[in-house]
C-alpha cells in the first residue's frame, strides 16, 4: 500500500510539472505575440508637404492602409521597412518617410520611379500627437 501511495505521488509531481511547463509555454507565447502585435512607430497623421510646398496630413493605419488629404484625397498601402515606411497610392506615386537620426524625413518619387534615385520632392516629416 505505502509503494502504491508512493507511485501516485510520483505520477502527480510529474503531471504537476507537465502542466507548469505547459502554463509557461502559453504565457511565453502570449508576452512574444502581444510584442508581434505592437504598434509601428510609423502608425499615425504625418504632417508633410507636397510638390509645391503645400503641406498636407498622410494616416498610417494599423491594418496597412494610408491615405491623405492631399487634393480630394489619395489612398494606399504602406508597409515598414527598416528605418522607413513605404507608402504605395493609387495614383502610382510612392512616398517614404525615414528616420534619420532623431528626425523624419519624407520623400515622393513619381509613378515608376526608381526609390534608388533622387526624389521627385522631399520635405520633413512631423508625427502628429
Known amino acids: 500500500m505505502v509503494w502504491r501511495h508512493r507511485l501516485e505521488t510520483c505520477k502527480e509531481v510529474k503531471m504537476r510539472k507537465a ?6 509555454a502559453v504565457c511565453f ?9 505592437a504598434a509601428s512607430p510609423f502608425e499615425g497623421v504625418w504632417k508633410v508637404k507636397d ?8 494616416t498610417l493605419s494599423s491594418g496597412g492602409a494610408a491615405k491623405a488629404s492631399r487634393g480630394e484625397g489619395m489612398t494606399g498601402t504602406w ?3 527598416g528605418d522607413s515606411a513605404v507608402i504605395t497610392w493609387d495614383t502610382g506615386w510612392t ?8 528626425r523624419y524625413v519624407k520623400e515622393a518619387y513619381r509613378k515608376g520611379q ?3 534615385a ?7 516629416a512631423e508625427k502628429a500627437e
Open 79 to 81: 508597409k515598414e521597412e
Open 118 to 124: 533622387a526624389p521627385a520632392n522631399t520635405s520633413n
Open 95 to 102: 512616398t517614404k518617410i525615414t528616420r534619420e537620426g532623431n
Open 19 to 24: 502542466a507548469t511547463a505547459a502554463v509557461t
Open 114 to 116: 526608381s526609390l534608388t
Open 51 to 58: 510638390t509645391a510646398g503645400h503641406p498636407f496630413e498622410i
Open 29 to 37: 507565447l502570449g508576452v512574444t505575440g502581444l510584442a508581434a502585435l
